[in-house]
């Protein structure tokens, strides 16, 4: 034992722990280990006594009862001698307990106790409890061993609160229905003994008697607690002020497991009417406050008895009476929510039961709404300790407003649920704090912030009818909020949630149009566009573009005044000072939506074409001046990704996409060419950017995006742009600038059809070649490598290709493949496709290659000549044995799948198709050479040629999928495919 105890003393944290080095300290584990786990069952159990009775130090002891804990789990002591010794020793130490010792080895002692009474009581051991029960009149010592035993219990068997096995169930009722039958009285009198005698000696002993009591009153018969004895004792210690916190929220947590029990409905109304009775006030502040879980769990329980019986009910009219006594108690629970006591979570829920019962509120009903909207409110307001983080939303406010958020969710449930229940009431509520807001120098920013937010998720409340209309209070409302001006509006979370909030009432204004003046105000001045916080005036310029898409034609007659007040905000673009190297520059994103809006604004056919040259040449000549200016330094000097001048460049492109979007086709092109020819020199202006610095990809990349607009805006008239800007895009490219390039090529092609065949011919040899250096079939991979950044470039880039390839085959743009230039790619592209349209592992881009193949016969096929010569015997002995047959007889073709059935269709479309332009030639290898090498009987394959020749396609489909099936299951899996 002593050098055991030596060891343990090494292995643990003692003072000769720390004293020595690692390797003597894992010398020590590894004896401890050793011993523990080698020594005989019987052997372990006197070592450990021993330690228990005889050495000085609590690691030992700890030790030694955390084996004998394992060793009794793990059924090693089994002998019933050894059991026996074990049980009489443990008894012993637990008797005698000393309340000075550490919790820690009283818990693990109680927690070998709970073991044994699992394993032994009643059967071995009938007397556990009767032998552990502490002698009247309690002592502190026995009384808390006596506590932790049943806690263990509790934690380790007893409660439901855990996922049980199915032993464990059964083991955890034969002790309740033992305990139930033998002591459960003597040890509930002994609970009130405890916290009677021991309320003042010695508070602990008492909270964690009281504590024990609490975890077994669900399963035990409550009159025991319940009583005209055990109550009133457990609301004096609750209230008494100079109650311990532990004891008191003790005797808190009892009443409440009281209030809680399981058991008839009726019953459960005269149990509650007997807390009533027991604790006068019950429903006062001064309760709520103190005994927060216990008015909460009382109210919650009446609401349910009162669901269940109904107002008819003599018994639920009472559970009601009793429910609204204890309202005021609530209220002033969930108010202090802040109050470690109070659980928000168990009173918001029944705050959203209590408002779910309500179907007509009555007066009084409509008192408690008031109340818990006040609730609602007290509880979503920020702290303002995080005023200053929420201002400038560095790394602390941004987790507040996270945090907050979280917290809210419930909160916004519950002020809908009352919206829904008494809308005016609501409404009437908001009014109140917004006039209280405007009215106050002195408001506040969280309490602006509320009232702003409410106000928002009252919108969401109500429908959109009743937000154009402005009906109730929104009438009133809507108008305030346009006028509003708050002392703190400057700050971040006021000025966001104003222009949110504004913007979700702006139905109103597009119905009420004398206000429009009102909302251009809100985006235009100091509480919008013109914020002093960026994060604001950014958000601004979003939502005021939602307002111009909303209200366009009403806010024609303010186009100048529009225009006059964003002057400085759109002039920031033209007057960044690109010779200095420390200019700071926002994200390229900044102040776009106001181009945008003032695009959309100029852009309608209510502006007369004058005013819409004027507003284009104010907006467009400056920023192509500003690019010719720095086009020219940048050729200079040089032009380096993320220097200034580059910067600026890609801004004023994203200004000049901005404000084209709110021009279409039609207007420029149709009925205001004048306009088109504005765009079409600022095209040429952007297009120098490109030609001098092609290398440049985030500028390449803007370059590409405003193209795409010409091309939408401009139409045919921007054909003869289109060559130069393509040539400067394919030199030097990656996978990526490749993607883009193909899909600026595929929206030309689908815009102009046959008109693009000149300038595709001319790009595509230098296309393929670039492709061809790229890509290989081995783009798609399988495996962890194909899971990189650059893998996944290139299996984009090979998906962008076949869209490429589709559109010029289904926009009679094939004949470009047979121009003698392109004509040596024309080997590669094929493999690639027929490769595709057997094996890829993308079904859709399986199906696109077969379109393409099938739109390839068409265009090159006929009956009597053929384009392309050896196009034919590649279609009949590649194409449609290795795709059309061998492709779905493999058993990776799914034929449950609906997009393996969408490609299965295509290929059966391309069976006809080549039968049509092939006939014989066609009959003859598939028919009569490809289906009996794939083992198709003689009698189906005869009778695939008559479905074949038929007209029904929806007949031919069925019979080839069936086909199919029929050789796949002849074949069991033995066929190999090619």
Known sequence: MDDLEQAILLASDSPAAAAASPSVRAEALAFCARARDDSPPSSLLRLCLSGLASSPHVQVHFWCLQSLHDA????????????????????????????????????????????????????????????????????????????????SLDDDLLSQEYPRSADETADAARVKDSMRAQCVPQIARHWHAAAATLRTADPAAAAVALDAARR????????????????????????????????????VGCLSAVAAKRMDVRAKVALLRSLLVARQG???????????????????????????????????????????????????????????????????????????????????QLGHLGRILEVVRVQMLYD??????????????????????????????????????????????????????????????????????????????????????????LGELV???????????????????????????????????QYVPHLLGVFLDDRGTHHQNSHVSRRAGYLFMRAVK?????????????????????????????????????????????????GLLIGIEEVSLEKQAQCLTALLNPLCHQIESLVMDAKAQGLEESSPRAMSLQQIIIALNMVSKGFNERLVMGSRPAIGVMFKETLDVVLQVLVSFPNVRPLRSKVISFLHRMIEILGISVLPCIPIALRQLLLD???????????????????????????????????????????????????????????????????????????????????????????????????LL??????????????????????????????????????????????????????????????????????????????????????????????????????CPPDLAEQYYQKLQGNDIKAFRSFYQSLIEKIRQDQNGNLVFR
């Not at 409410?454 to 402005?470: D, F, H, M």
């Not at 979370?493 to 979700?504: D, H, K, N, S």
Request: glycine share 4%.
């Open 72 to 151: 009794l789990l793990r059924r090693r002591l089994a002998l019933p001698d050894d059991l026996a010794l074990l049980r009489s020793s443990l008894l012993s130490l637990a008797v005698s307990s000393n309340a000075a010792s550490p919790p820690f080895l009283r818990n693990k002692l109680a927690q070998l106790v709970a073991l044994l009474v699992r394993l032994d009581y009643p059967h071995v051991y009938p007397s556990y409890f009767l032998d552990l029960l502490p002698p009247q009149p309690p002592q502190p010592g026995p009384t808390d061993m006596f506590a932790r035993v049943l806690i």
């Open 216 to 251: 077994c009153i669900s399963w035990i018969d409550v009159g025991l607690v319940a009583n005209d004895v055990f109550v009133p004792l457990l609301f004096d210690i609750a209230m008494f002020p100079g109650s311990a916190g532990p004891l008191a929220a003790a005797a």
């Open 282 to 364: 019950l429903g006062s502040t001064d309760s709520g406050l103190k005994m927060a879980p216990l008015v909460t769990t009382y109210a919650s329980e009446a609401l349910e008895c009162y669901r269940r019986l109904g107002p008819s009910d003599a018994d639920g009219a009472g559970a009601l009476e009793m429910l609204e006594e204890v309202l005021p108690a609530v209220f002033a629970a969930a108010e202090s929510c802040d109050d470690e006591e109070v659980d928000s979570s168990s009173v918001l829920e029944f705050l959203s039961g209590f408002v779910s019962v309500m179907k007509a509120p009555s007066e009084k």
């Open 384 to 473: 303002p300790v995080y005023r200053g983080h929420l201002d400038v939303l560095d790394k602390i406010g941004k987790e507040e407003e996270d945090l907050m958020a979280e917290q809210r969710k419930d909160l916004i449930a519950l002020f809908r649920s009352i919206c829904r229940v008494a809308p005016a009431a609501a409404q009437l509520f908001i009014r109140g704090l917004l006039v209280t807001a405007f009215s106050s120098a002195e408001a506040s920013v969280e309490d602006v912030e509320v009232a702003l937010t409410l106000l928002y998720r009252l919108g969401e409340a109500v429908g959109e009818e009743e937000i154009r209309t402005g009906t109730e209070l």
């Open 479 to 513: 108008p305030m909020l346009l006028s509003a001006r708050f002392s703190c509006h400057t700050h971040r979370l006021v000025g966001l949630v104003y222009l949110e909030t504004v913007t979700r009432y702006m139905k109103f204004v597009q119905e009420n149009v």
């Open 550 to 598: 909303l209200l366009k034609t009403k806010l024609v007659p303010y186009l100048d005044t529009i225009l006059q007040s964003l002057q400085d905000v759109l002039s920031q673009f033209t007057s960044m000072d690109r010779g200095n190297k420390d200019t700071k520059f926002p994200s390229s994103e900044d102040g776009s939506q106001i181009f945008e809006a003032v």
């Open 733 to 831: 490219n990656e996978a990526k600038d490749m993607v883009e390039f193909l899909v600026l090529v595929n929206q030309i092609i689908c815009k102009f059809n046959s008109s693009a065949s000149g300038i595709l011919e001319e790009v595509f040899p230098t296309i393929a070649s670039r492709l061809s250096m790229i890509l290989s079939q081995d783009a798609f991979s399988a495996g962890p490598a194909s899971n990189t950044e650059e893998m996944r470039e290139l299996q984009d880039l090979q998906r962008t290709l076949y869209i490429f390839l589709h559109a010029m085959a289904t926009h009679d743009l094939s004949t470009i493949l047979l121009a003698p230039s392109c004509r040596q790619y024309l080997e590669t592209i094929m493999q």
């Open 834 to 935: 027929l490769f595709t349209s057997c094996s890829h592992k993308d079904i859709q881009l399986r199906k696109a290659c077969v379109q393409i193949f099938v739109n390839l016969v068409k265009d090159w096929c006929s009956n009597s000549e053929d384009k392309l010569p050896g196009f034919r015997v590649f279609m009949i002995e590649k194409f449609a044995t290795g795709c059309c047959l061998y492709s779905v007889l493999d058993k990776s073709f799914d034929l449950r799948d609906a997009n393996s059935l969408a490609l299965f269709g295509e290929i059966v479309m391309a069976q006809k198709i080549m039968y049509e332009r092939f006939r014989e030639d066609f009959i003859v290898n598939f028919v009569a050479k490809g289906l009996p090498e794939a083992h």
